[in-house]
């Protein structure tokens, strides 16, 4: 059988899962006529923009178009979001245009009910099945498989199909691409080129006990003489027996007076002063000697020169100008916008929050990230908005989310982890992303015409996190969950400790909570006529469950699956989803399924604020140069509000309300 | 030879770099091939041709004969050889002027001047790692360089240098009293990325910069030329050689010279 060289190098790559993807058609369909002109419509995604942070901030002066805007006729509501109000759920429910019952998605974390494995929601990668193995090489017969998780027909299907342009930049819930022939960039849920959600490299010749190596391959490397050889760790090479990482060599010299360091790495050399970020660095891994390699792109970091080296490369990301994943519809789009404006990240959560929690950057350094990620977005925005003419123009800002996240808490003095020693540029890091929110309304708004619909759509608000709540063991300790262990006793993974035959109940993911069902896990031991009785006795107890340290609730909806969700995917839904009040979350190890030996305690970590609680405590914001004529939007209104705005059909499937009309 | 290029070149220098590139590379074709018709043996060759062809046509002919389509075949793999033979000097004086155009072409269509804004690096390496301290690099208000990273082991010291204007700029390193230009805009201009002691880095990166005693190269990391005829990218070499060689064939055919 003959392979070509790109199934070679695409069978490599993530466990041999990119291969042989069908080639897209990127012309329209010459079946469908022109018959509905497109009116001119643009969606600003602002993740995480918080109502009550945009009328302060626009009442502070600091966000003058805005206030423009509404004040020249525009609305802004609150945007009702999903249960749970997480990014991939909600986002998934602006494209479907209906509730995730009719798209599938309910978390960032899904599982496998027969294996119990988690994996990403959005996207699931199978390696090739067949191969021929020669001298210690695995050459693949068969392609792999990269799916796009998110199910249902998308507002762009409809756009395609009336032969209506559109542009969707980096919309959450869309990797792999595979829209015909709307113009798509990935967004969050686009992996870096290790096949997660972003794993940095951290090379210093200090101390780095106390530094947590997740999220992060930390090595220690020995200046001799000023220079470092050092290594940046690929993907797995698939082609090989064993799969073993594959590595690209640098070598570092650091200038013994100066703060300043070159790096030499396949051919280029790159100088770099301390506190400073490199531009994009192309990189290659072999996986058959002169024959195939698969490419990204990084960025290094000098984050200390003298007297300790460190220095932070990003996680690799896919290159835009060439992908090794489908990122983009058409194939070429991403190099046409690299070629125009730079390359720019394509990872889904470009900010690397993971390398603030784990102290390899520090809170400036992270803002210096941000900024880099939000500079590369505008200069795309301004790319696109001088050639949109006609159709759907949707751009996505991840600023607002990752950077709420992570600095919000020091915005505010109250915040168990405000840090008053923290620099003014940080303290006042939310209102700068803020004010480029209006600064990019206000470029937006010059360059699209008095003929556009203009909408600013946020997926979910905004809170303070200081208190989390260990879910895993609170079902252990109401005997929902059952370990071979006593809880606490051991740090065992998921569910290697958990004694299937016993448990009735347990955790996963963000908000949800899944019954042991029999017939659809592995080892159900719950019937089916019995999970509503459980599923309402747990509810009452979670709601009734208080903060010891000061007696509030924690929690203050537990939704049941059955009664929130309605179509034809819900087979993945977890079987209730938990609503916390603000302040309160679960806990990161039991997203999961961890099992801490507390139930409650505070929250310590850098990623200090948060939405994933009650979608009644976190809505998003509408805003619209239009009339908006219903009372409670919400996100899945969307999709529909804007196919009716440009005269064309709704899908069946679309259960949203036209939102400009009575 | 840098001024009579700069002459010769000048035309081509208004077009832009790929239809410059393919003109001269058509033209290249043209004069190669005339060049080898004057310093080839064009009678010899012919002959040496028509036996081959002569031998090839009797190895048809006497197919069914074994004996006599093995000796017709053995001649043309002598006269295969005769031609080699006839054809190597000739290539060999070619091979001067292609080296030298080729250098030439480099320096102009290899590389491309900086844009504002775009960064690049400049790296001097010294005879001696004495002096390195004390470097230090001066430029005009058009030219941002970071301080350097200076390398005693390999006796080098390297800049990021970001020029922020278009036009020729100098940039100068007082301790060891050389100054470079940089160039930045679109232009065709002939640039000039190392200037070394080495003869081979001389050959193919000519450059007019002195070198003064104590360094031993300069060079400026200017961004490769990116060409895509017809939405294939390709590096510039190969863009020459595939027109020069068609242009080369079809100039053959109307001079009626053997190649």
């Known amino acids: 059988m003959a392979i070509?060289?790109?199934?070679?190098?695409?069978?490599?790559?993530?466990?041999?899962?990119?291969?042989?993807?069908?080639?897209?058609?990127?012309?329209?369909?010459?079946?469908?006529?022109?018959?509905?002109?497109?009116?001119?419509?643009?969606?600003?995604?602002?993740?995480?923009?918080?109502?009550?942070l945009l009328r302060r901030f626009m009442n502070e002066g600091i966000m003058p178009t805005f206030k423009r805007f509404l004040e020249g006729g525009g609305s802004l509501q609150n945007l009702a979001t999903t249960m749970p109000p997480q990014s991939p759920v909600a986002w998934s429910s602006f494209i479907s245009g209906t509730n995730p019952g009719g798209h599938g998605i309910y978390d960032f974390i899904h599982r496998d009910p027969a294996t119990f494995t988690p994996y990403l929601s959005t996207s699931r990668s199978s390696g090739s099945s067949k191969?021929?193995?020669?001298?210690?090489?695995?050459?693949?017969?068969?392609?792999?498989?990269?799916?796009?998780?998110?199910?249902?027909?998308?507002?762009?299907?409809?756009?395609?199909?009336?032969?209506?342009?559109?542009?969707?930049?980096?919309?959450?819930?869309n990797f792999p691409v595979t829209s015909a022939s709307t113009r798509a960039v990935s967004g969050m849920g686009t992996p870096d080129l290790l096949g997660g959600y972003g794993i940095c490299s951290y090379f210093t010749d200090d101390y780095v006990t106390g530094m947590k190596s997740d999220g992060a391959k930390i090595r220690r490397v020995r200046v001799i003489d000023h220079k470092v050889e050092a290594k940046i760790t690929g993907p797995r090479n698939t082609f090989k027996d064993g799969e073993p990482e594959t590595d690209v060599p640098f070598t570092l010299y650091r200038d013994p007076w100066e703060p300043t360091l070159r790096i030499d790495i396949l051919g280029q050399r790159i100088v770099l002063r301390e506190g400073e970020f490199s531009d994009w660095v192309p990189i290659s891994f072999e996986l058959l000697p002169y024959f195939a390699s698969i490419g990204g792109v990084v960025r290094f970091y000098a984050k200390q020169v003298h007297p300790r080296l460190k220095l932070y490369v990003t996680p690799i990301n896919i290159d835009p100008m060439d992908p090794a994943f489908p990122i983009c519809s058409p194939p070429e789009y991403s190099r046409e916008l690299a070629e125009a404006v730079g390359r720019f990240y394509t990872q889904g959560l470009p900010a690397d929050t993971k390398a603030l929690q784990n102290g390899i950057l520090s809170d400036d350094d992270y803002l210096r990230q941000a900024k880099i990620v939000l500079e590369e977005n505008l200069r795309v925005l301004h790319h696109e908005l001088d050639r949109f003419h006609e159709g759907l123009f949707y751009f996505y800002f991840s600023s607002l989310d990752q950077n709420c996240h992570m600095l919000y808490r020091n915005m505010d003095p109250a915040h168990p982890l405000y840090d008053p020693k923290a620099s003014e540029e940080v303290k006042n890091a939310v209102r700068y992303f803020y004010r480029q929110m209006d600064l990019a309304l206000k470029d937006t708004l010059a360059k699209v015409g008095s003929d556009a619909t203009v909408l600013i759509a946020s997926d979910h608000g905004f809170g303070h996190f200081t208190r989390e709540f260990h879910l895993s063991s609170w079902l252990v300790q109401e005997g929902y969950t059952k370990l071979k262990v006593p809880l606490g006793e051991t740090e065992g993974d998921v569910y290697n400790i958990v004694d299937w035959s016993k448990t009735r109940a347990y955790a996963l993911g963000i908000n949800g909570i899944y019954v042991n069902m029999i017939g659809r896990e592995k080892?159900?031991?719950?019937?089916?006529?019995?999970?509503?009785?459980?599923?309402?006795?747990?509810?009452?107890?979670?709601?009734?469950?208080?903060?010891?340290?000061?007696?509030?609730?924690?929690?203050?909806?537990?939704?049941?699956?059955?009664?929130?969700?309605?179509?034809?995917?819900?087979?993945?839904?977890?079987?209730?989803?938990?609503?916390?009040r603000p302040n309160y979350r679960v806990s990161d190890?039991?997203?999961?399924?961890?099992?801490?030996?507390?139930?409650?305690?505070?929250?310590?970590?850098?990623?200090?604020?948060?939405?994933?609680i009650d979608p009644i405590f976190v809505p998003g914001v509408l805003l619209s140069n239009r009339e908006i004529r219903i009372q409670d939007p919400a996100i899945w209104d969307m999709a529909p509000s804007i196919l009716t705005l440009m005269g064309l059909p709704t899908p069946r499937s679309m259960t949203g309300r036209n939102i400009f009309a009575v | 030879m840098n001024t009579l290029f700069d002459l010769l070149l000048a035309p081509f220098a208004v077009l832009s770099p790929i239809w410059g590139l393919t003109l001269i590379s058509a033209l290249a074709g043209v004069v190669l091939v005339l060049l080898y018709g004057r310093v080839s043996n064009q009678r010899k060759l012919r002959e040496v041709k028509r036996a081959i062809g002569a031998a090839l046509y009797e190895s048809i002919l006497f197919r069914r004969d074994l004996g006599v389509s093995l000796r017709a075949q053995a001649r043309m793999l002598k006269g295969a050889g005769h031609?080699?033979?006839l054809a190597l000097p000739p290539l060999a004086i070619l091979l001067v002027p292609c080296i030298l155009l080729l250098a030439q072409l480099q320096v102009r269509y290899g590389v491309r001047p900086l844009t504002p804004s775009e960064s690049t690096v400049v790296a001097v390496k010294l005879t001696d790692s004495q002096p390195l301290k004390g470097?230090?690099?001066?430029?005009?208000?058009?030219?941002?360089?970071?301080?350097p990273v200076r390398i005693p082991s390999l006796h080098e010291s390297i800049w990021r240098i970001t020029p922020h204007s278009t036009g020729t700029f100098n940039i100068s390193i007082p301790a060891v009293e050389i100054t470079q230009p940089i160039e930045v805009g679109q232009e065709?201009?002939?640039?000039?990325?190392?200037?070394?002691?080495?003869?081979?880095?001389?050959?193919?990166?000519?450059?007019?910069?002195?070198?003064?005693?104590?360094?031993?190269?300069?060079?400026?990391?200017?961004?490769?030329?990116?060409?895509?005829?017809?939405?294939?990218?390709?590096?510039?070499?190969?863009?020459?050689?595939?027109?020069?060689?068609?242009?080369?064939?079809?100039?053959?055919?109307?001079?009626?010279?053997?190649?």
């Open chain 1, 589 to 612: 190890e039991g997203i999961l399924g961890k099992f801490p030996a507390t139930i409650i305690g505070d929250r310590t970590n850098k990623w200090a604020s948060d939405h994933c």
């Open chain 2, 83 to 85: 031609y080699f033979v």
């Open chain 2, 188 to 259: 065709v201009v002939r640039l000039r990325p190392l200037t070394s002691r080495s003869f081979w880095d001389t050959l193919l990166y000519p450059s007019d910069l002195t070198l003064p005693p104590l360094i031993e190269s300069i060079e400026v990391a200017y961004p490769e030329r990116s060409y895509a005829p017809f939405g294939v990218t390709m590096h510039w070499v190969i863009m020459f050689f595939l027109i020069s060689l068609a242009s080369g064939l079809v100039a053959a055919k109307v001079f009626h010279i053997e190649v």
């Open chain 1, 4 to 52: 070509s060289r790109r199934t070679f190098i695409k069978a490599a790559s993530l466990g041999s899962v990119a291969a042989s993807l069908p080639k897209r058609s990127w012309a329209s369909s010459s079946t469908v006529s022109r018959t509905h002109r497109s009116a001119k419509v643009v969606v600003l995604g602002m993740d995480g923009m918080e109502p009550s």
């Open chain 2, 135 to 147: 470097l230090a690099l001066q430029t005009d208000g058009s030219i941002e360089a970071t301080a």
């Open chain 1, 131 to 173: 191969h021929l193995e020669i001298g210690g090489y695995k050459i693949p017969l068969v392609a792999g498989k990269m799916d796009l998780m998110r199910q249902g027909p998308t507002l762009w299907t409809t756009l395609e199909e009336h032969d209506v342009p559109a542009t969707v930049f980096q919309i959450p819930a």
């Open chain 1, 523 to 580: 080892n159900g031991i719950v019937a089916p006529t019995d999970a509503q009785a459980l599923k309402d006795e747990i509810a009452a107890k979670l709601i009734a469950v208080t903060d010891p340290q000061n007696g509030n609730a924690i929690i203050s909806n537990v939704y049941d699956s059955l009664r929130i969700y309605s179509g034809p995917f819900m087979a993945l839904a977890p079987d209730l989803q938990v609503g916390y």
